[in-house]
Structure formats: structure tokens, C-alpha cells
């Protein structure tokens, strides 16, 4: 951001003011379908209470509207709601699949559809995608490979640098973008026996050498936020990996965005 020291001071300043369960809050997302009336309403209260930070699958115009206006307006702070969505390959007009895209060889195309995306997510309100997901899948019997772009860490590389390009434009809060969050980090596309969620042991130079790397270049051309993998990686739950995420993501690759927990993990 042009104004960085501006704005932290600001963000300090605000932190100075909020509560322990404020902050809290802040850090909590709430999946929401607005399928009943009762969950509209629970929702809205923990929003007008201020335990909420961000909000997912809220995909109508007029209800993100609503809920920001809650957030801004009705809140002792008035800090605005981050809203989420699986925008993977498309929101309103229908990509390809990541793993088709992929088969182009062609990054510029996954970046320009990406970018369609982008805006059509933007031009309802929404701030945030849960994409892409570049996990390297070399295991056919894994349901989840054609998110992703197959099995080579080179071509997985180029198409997950140019899908972050794609949403978030040349950086975080460009008009007509939304923030990139790569995912399932890390190791999630090689589960035993190809069963989604299961363990997952990688050896060093797997690790480094094939799964890790579309992540690097996630991050280097600017990802905003990164998702944490459900699964144990060598034995230890991914969320609650310290290696993998402060001495790898933080403190080797730099990154400075913030991570999420895939669901419930």
C-alpha cells in the first residue's frame, strides 16, 4: 500500500481500543447459507455483537450489503466484514476447470480468466476467494486433482503465480479484484491412498521439491492469504504446524498476509 505507515498506525491504534473477545472475533469466520431464518438471525446478532471478522458463501448482492451496513454502522468499532467465496473457475460466467485450464501450458489464459472472475466476485461485494488451489495430486484415485493442475511442479508453478495475478490484479485492493488465498498448504494433494483428508508423509525433497513450490509462487507474485491443510504432515496436524508456518511461510518466504483454516480444521 502507498500510505503503509499511515494505515498501521491506524490499525494500532484500533487494536489499542478492542477487547480480548473483539479481537476474537475479528479472527472468526461463520459459514452462512442464509438458508433459514433462524441462522439470518443468529448470524446478524454475532455480527451486531462483534464476533464476527468475516463471512463465507454470502453470495447475493443485496445481503452483503445489508450485513456490511450491520457491521460499519451498528458496531462499537465499525470494522467492515470480510466476505468469502469458493470463486474457483468462475462466478456468474462458468471457466474451465483448474485442472483444464492447466492443460492449456497457457499461465496467460488462467490469469485472464481469473481476472473475469475477479471482477464479477468484486461487482457483488464479495473481497476474497478460496483460490487457487495448487496442490500438487499425482495419485488418481484423489477426488479433489481437478481443482488443482495436475501432477508437475514446474507447469503448477506458472499456473498458480498467474491465478493469483488473475484475482488480485497488480496489488491487494486493485478495483475490480479480490484477495487470492492458495491452498490447502501443505501436502494435502498426495493422502494416503488417495482419501481426502487422510495423513500425508512427504520426505524432504518431496516436499521441497514438488509440493511446496506452486505455494512459493503464490506467495511471490503476492498472495494476500494462504489456507491451511486439514490433514497431519508427517504426523503433525497442518494448522497447528509451526515449522510449516512461521519458520517456512513466515520466516522464509516472507509472506505477510494473514492464513485461514480450511473448514473447521
Avoid at 476447470?97 to 499461465?107: G, N
Avoid at 491451511?228 to 516472507?254: F, H, Q
Wanted: glycine letters at 12%; proline letters at 5%.
Amino acid at each position: 500500500m502507498a500510505d503503509h505507515d499511515g494505515n498501521r498506525g491506524r490499525i494500532d491504534a484500533l487494536l489499542e481500543q478492542m477487547t480480548p473477545e473483539e479481537k476474537a472475533g475479528q479472527l472468526t469466520q461463520y459459514f452462512t447459507f442464509a438458508r433459514a431464518p433462524d441462522e439470518v438471525s443468529r448470524v446478524e446478532a454475532e455480527v451486531r455483537a462483534g464476533r464476527v471478522g468475516s463471512l463465507l458463501f454470502v453470495c447475493k448482492a443485496e445481503e452483503i450489503n445489508r450485513l456490511q451496513r450491520v457491521a460499519v454502522e451498528e458496531t462499537r468499532l465499525g470494522i467492515p466484514l470480510l466476505f468469502g467465496f469458493d470463486v474457483i473457475h468462475g462466478l456468474r460466467t462458468i471457466l474451465p476447470v483448474p485442472l483444464a485450464m492447466a492443460a492449456s501450458w497457457d499461465p496467460d489464459v488462467a490469469e485472464a480468466g481469473q481476472a473475469v472472475a475477479a471482477a464479477e466476485a468484486r461487482a457483488i461485494g464479495l473481497h476474497w476467494t478460496f483460490a487457487p488451489m495448487v496442490d500438487i495430486a499425482r495419485d488418481p484415485r484423489w477426488g479433489r486433482m481437478i481443482e488443482g493442475a495436475g501432477e508437475d511442479p514446474y507447469l503448477g508453478c506458472a499456473m498458480a503465480a498467474a491465478q493469483v495475478r488473475g484475482f488480485q490484479g497488480a496489488q491487494i485492493g486493485a478495483s475490480g479484484r479480490i484477495i487470492a488465498g492458495p491452498k490447502h498448504f501443505a501436502g494435502y494433494g498426495a493422502a494416503l491412498g488417495g482419501r481426502d483428508y487422510d495423513e500425508v508423509d512427504l520426505s524432504d525433497n518431496e516436499l521441497w521439491n514438488i509440493y511446496l513450490p506452486p505455494f512459493k509462487a503464490a506467495i511471490d507474485a503476492g498472495a494476500g492469504n494462504v489456507m491451511s491443510a486439514y490433514m497431519g504432515l508427517n504426523g503433525v496436524p497442518a494448522s497447528g504446524n509451526r515449522w510449516l508456518m512461521t519458520e517456512v511461510l513466515r520466516d522464509a518466504w516472507g509472506f505477510e498476509g494473514f492464513v485461514v483454516t480450511d473448514a473447521g480444521a
